[in-house]
């Protein structure tokens, strides 16, 4: 499956995060590379949505809802907001 | 507010179906009567989810067409192998009912005091908010001047093409068939990249605002050219949808 962007996940973000997202800043835990959330590169694939550093290629965010509970994985995010 | 905009929240309603139009072959625009819209910008989406009989929930995003002010629409494609899609397109009809939940975004969108001039770059259905623009700058008596670069497959690819035909004073649309041309075509017939760009795109030295959506690597091919040619990074805004060679 080929990647979208972080504009495809705006509405997950939103209710993770009740506000809007997709123009947030992020900076990448492993490689310092800056972008809004827009510009990530974003793998929907069920059951879980990842979302990857677009220089480095590192996981920055996990989304997967088990149960109708959604478990939020930010580990490799340095900043977000 | 625009704090208080961006800490609306964002729940699931059921709209109505109040118009089908056909664009081209697979693809189709859906008018829909949504009870509570809070208005949106163009360049924004919505969600919209579907439920089974079993239960089974599938949801995607999808451009909003229509300029804030006028009813909310969608323009769907179909995807052969789609989820959503060939039900959006094939079976939905004009009363029907749809879950949605929007408006969604903050990054991807234009507003008039933004100014230009504005090059935007759509890649098969990646017009689809790029209309969303096109129509606001109209509404609104914009004259910031604007360039669509248009990649299509084939002229019946088009979507909205009689539309594009008449465009606003200050709007020129440029379109590029890359599969077939009708005889006689006087357009483009390549592939949009660098070479293409440095013949259709503002100079970087009039701080163009660019837009650029489309199958991802339509957009991550324009969106480079563009800042090797000198456009600032943050001048350039991309949203990618995947693959479906619709180019």
Redesign the interface.
Do not use: C, M, N, V
């Given at each position: 499956m080929e990647a979208v962007d972080g504009n495809a996940i705006g509405g997950l973000l939103h209710e993770v995060f009740s506000a809007e997202m997709t123009s947030a800043a992020t900076v990448c835990g492993n490689c310092g590379d800056a972008r809004p959330v827009a510009e990530l590169v974003v793998y929907l694939r069920a059951p879980g949505t990842v979302v990857r550093c677009r220089t480095c290629d590192s996981v920055l965010m996990v989304f997967v809802t088990v149960h109708d509970r959604m478990c939020v994985d930010l580990q490799g995010l340095a900043v977000l907001g | 507010m625009a704090g208080t905009?961006?800490?609306r929240?964002?729940t699931w309603q059921v709209a109505k179906v109040s118009a089908v139009t056909t664009e081209t072959a697979s693809v189709r625009t859906l008018t829909l009567d949504v009870p509570d819209w809070p208005g949106h910008q163009a360049g924004q989406?919505l969600?919209i989810r579907l439920t089974d009989e079993d239960g089974y929930v599938a949801?995607r995003?999808y451009s909003i067409a229509s300029a804030p002010g006028e009813p909310v629409a969608i323009t769907v494609e179909r995807l052969e192998d789609g989820e959503v899609s060939p039900y959006l397109t094939d079976e939905l009809r004009t009363g029907d009912d749809l879950e949605l939940?929007?408006p969604?975004?903050?990054?991807?969108i234009w507003e008039p005091e933004d100014g230009g001039p504005l090059l935007l770059l759509a890649g098969g259905s990646g017009v689809v908010p790029l209309r969303s623009i096109l129509r606001l700058r109209e509404r609104t008596g914009s004259t910031v001047p604007v360039r669509l670069l248009y990649s299509s497959r084939t002229l019946d690819d088009v979507i909205y093409r009689a539309e594009l035909d008449q465009p606003a004073r200050g709007v020129e649309v440029i379109h590029t068939l890359t599969r077939h041309q009708p005889s006689g075509w006087a357009g483009y017939a390549r592939r949009a990249d660098g070479v293409l760009l440095a013949e259709v795109a503002w100079p970087a030295s009039e701080m163009p605002l660019a837009y650029a959506c489309g199958?991802?690597s339509f957009v991550e091919t324009v969106s480079q050219a563009l800042v090797q040619s000198g456009y600032p990074p943050e001048r350039v805004?991309?949203?990618?949808?995947?693959?479906t060679g619709g180019t």
């Open positions: - | 905009a961006l800490r929240r964002l989406h969600d949801e995003s939940r929007g969604i975004g903050g990054y991807f199958p991802t805004k991309t949203e990618r949808f995947g693959a």
